[in-house]
């Protein structure tokens, strides 16, 4: 299929919640294509349909080690049905924010209940990276950044940033 472009910070389209996806079709099926080729060459571990304009309720993952084979994993509709009070913390960064990292803490495990790319239903016990991941994405579809977990301040330095690059850009 084809790489798609990535919204970067501030597009506002990366503040919309996300539409459930009502059936699993040749559509769907063709966007998650584009999805892990777009991942993986930007490269990232994870991607929200929403991040290529798309929204629908659809995430992309893989957090294999680099030594490892691909892990492709499809997430469609994902829900977070439970969360551990068990708190950790990863220094996460964004495709749509690139090149800026911050310490983020999150639940260090979570149970989520989505659609495969086949359209069944399943559900997943997740730790590490794979349950920052998932929180990651699903803040996504819910129109929610990594940067709405810092500070007030870091917040605002990183829309700031980002919005003079975006000023810079549009006047080149």
């Given at each position: 299929?084809?790489?798609?472009?990535?919204l970067?910070?501030?597009?506002?389209?990366?503040r919309k919640?996300?539409e459930?996806?009502?059936?699993?079709?040749?559509q769907v099926?063709?966007l998650?294509?584009?999805m892990?080729e777009?991942?993986?060459?930007?490269p990232?571990i994870?991607?929200?349909?929403?991040q290529?304009g798309?929204?629908?309720?659809?995430?992309t993952i893989?957090?294999a080690?680099?030594?490892?084979?691909p892990?492709?994993?499809?997430?469609?509709?994902?829900?977070?049905?439970w969360?551990?009070?068990?708190?950790?913390?990863?220094?996460?960064?964004?495709?749509?924010i690139?090149?800026?990292y911050?310490?983020?803490?999150r639940?260090s495990?979570?149970?989520?209940r989505y659609m495969?790319?086949?359209?069944?239903?399943l559900?997943?016990?997740?730790?590490g990276?794979?349950?920052t991941?998932l929180?990651?994405?699903?803040?996504h579809?819910d129109?929610?950044?990594f940067i709405d977990?810092?500070?007030?301040?870091k917040?605002e330095r990183a829309?700031k940033?980002?919005s003079k690059?975006?000023k810079?850009?549009?006047?080149e």
């Open positions: 299929m084809a790489k798609r472009p990535i970067v910070l501030p597009e506002p389209l990366l919640v996300s459930p996806v009502t059936r699993v079709d040749a099926r063709a998650l294509v584009d892990f777009t991942m993986y060459e930007a990232g994870g991607l929200a349909a929403i290529i798309v929204p629908q309720r659809v995430v893989d957090v080690r680099k030594d490892d084979p892990a492709p994993q499809v997430f469609i509709n994902p829900e977070i049905v969360a551990s009070d068990e708190l950790s913390v990863y220094e996460e960064g964004c495709l749509s690139p090149d800026y911050e310490a983020v803490e639940p495990r979570v149970r989520v495969d790319g086949g359209g069944r239903e559900e997943v016990e997740a730790d990276l794979l349950a991941c929180q990651h994405e699903i803040d579809l129109g929610k950044l977990h810092l500070s007030r301040l917040r829309i940033k980002f690059a975006a810079r850009e549009n006047a």
